[in-house]
């Protein structure tokens, strides 16, 4: 219901959308809620029903980043010379928080070998 948040569901979007990467010797895979392919960009967006809202990026849970760091590494090797962006939509607020590629890439490769 938040217009600002129509581009999400927008004609570029596409739902539940099952990715799959090779990632240290094994295989990340997963389903991701919304992706949005742009010509210059692709924005992986999970959902998330938190009772209480991260005040910023930096109190997203770990899990979290970790999940969304496996979404961009596969997104980087099926859209080659896209920039990849994840954000998460709080649907408690609705709340969109887009999260540095930084602090997901250092989440992912703390979770270590597969």
């Known amino acids: 219901d ?17 990715i799959a990467a090779p990632w240290q010797g094994a295989v990340l895979d997963g389903a991701i809620d919304r992706l949005v392919v742009l010509p ?4 992986a967006i999970d959902f998330k ?11 997203v849970p770990e899990a979290y980043l970790r999940q969304l ?19 998460i939509l709080w649907t408690r607020g609705p709340v ?8 997901v890439t250092a989440a992912l490769l703390r979770a270590g070998p597969a």
């Open 69 to 87: 760091g496996a979404y961009a590494h596969a997104l980087a090797a099926i859209y080659p010379g896209r920039r990849i962006e994840t954000a």
């Open 49 to 59: 029903s938190n009772a209480v809202l991260p005040a910023g990026a930096d109190q």
């Open 40 to 43: 210059d960009r692709v924005i």
């Open 2 to 18: 938040e217009p600002a948040l129509g581009w999400i569901f927008g004609p570029e979007s596409l739902a539940e959308v099952e």
């Open 96 to 103: 969109l928080m887009p999260l540095p590629p930084a602090n």
